[in-house]
Structures are given as structure tokens and as C-alpha cells.
């Protein structure tokens, strides 16, 4: 079952939701009613972790993978975590997804949506600046195996 596209999906989906859980509960417990800067600090921290938990399984898994294997399971997986955190993730705190209104929900969509890039992409340059993306070691394997055979010499 682990070898499944699909597990690995929604085993990110349910990781960044449970990112998002601890900075909902954090949140919850921690703060009074004029806890903004508390509320605010928690969302900054959730947002980065999230792009880091990102930008870390893109730097992993592209250093193995084709880009067209590992991008859709990351992007499916960080918008299942999205879709979790904007719709579900409003009840661990008590109250509904549109209980600030529709531009606090579509802020929050714009929001994780960009730092899910900024990590995935961020994770990826780092894999190939390094040279140790997928791409980069299937080219030094062919120019070192080009290296070892000798030239062919052609008999007039």
C-alpha cells in the first residue's frame, strides 16, 4: 500500500493539515481576544514550515525522480493539504470556513498557494544548483559513459 501514488499523496495532504492543526490549536490555547500578534506570529511560522516541509520533499525527491513523476504528486498533495486546511482546518478553531468572510478565505487560498510554490520551487533550484536533480546526474552518467568507450575508428 506505501508504494501507491495515491498513499504518498495523501500522506502530504494530511501532514501539511496537521501543520496547519498545531498552528490552529496553538492559536486556540495560547492567545486571549486581543491575541492578534499571537495569531499572526503562528501564521507566519505555519507558512513557513510549510514551504519547508515542501521545498525539502521536492529537494528529496527530485534527486531520484523525473520531474513528471514527483511534481503532480507534490502539487496534488500540497492542494489536497490546502483544500483540508481552508475547509476543514476553520472548525479545529470553532468556527466555519466563511466566518471571516470570503476575502479572508480566498487570502488564505492566495497565501498557502504561494508558499507551497516558493518551497517546492525553492527546493528544486537547490537540487539543481547542487547539481543532484534527477536531469543533471543522467547527464554526467552519460558523458562519463562516453568518456570510457573508445572512439571508433573508421576503416577506409
Do not use: H
Request: proline share 3%.
Amino acid at each position: 500500500m506505501r508504494e501507491q501514488r495515491w498513499f504518498r499523496i495523501a500522506v502530504l495532504a494530511v501532514a501539511l493539515f496537521a501543520v496547519n492543526v498545531v498552528a490552529r490549536l496553538v492559536i486556540r490555547f495560547s492567545s486571549d481576544d486581543a491575541g492578534s500578534g499571537t495569531q499572526g506570529l503562528a501564521s507566519i511560522v505555519m507558512f513557513a514550515v510549510i514551504a519547508v516541509v515542501l521545498g525539502a520533499l521536492t529537494f528529496v525527491r527530485s534527486q531520484r525522480e523525473r520531474p513528471s513523476v514527483w511534481l503532480p504528486d507534490i502539487g496534488l498533495g500540497a492542494l489536497g493539504g490546502m483544500a483540508l486546511t481552508v475547509l476543514v482546518g476553520p472548525f479545529v478553531s470553532g468556527r466555519g470556513p466563511f466566518a471571516n468572510g470570503a476575502g479572508d478565505f480566498f487570502a488564505q487560498i492566495w497565501l498557502y498557494a504561494a508558499c507551497a510554490i516558493a518551497g517546492t520551487v525553492i527546493g528544486y533550484w537547490i537540487a539543481v544548483i547542487l547539481g543532484r536533480d534527477y536531469r543533471s546526474k543522467a547527464l554526467k552518467a552519460y558523458t562519463e559513459a562516453r568518456k570510457v568507450r573508445p572512439r571508433r575508428v573508421v576503416g577506409r
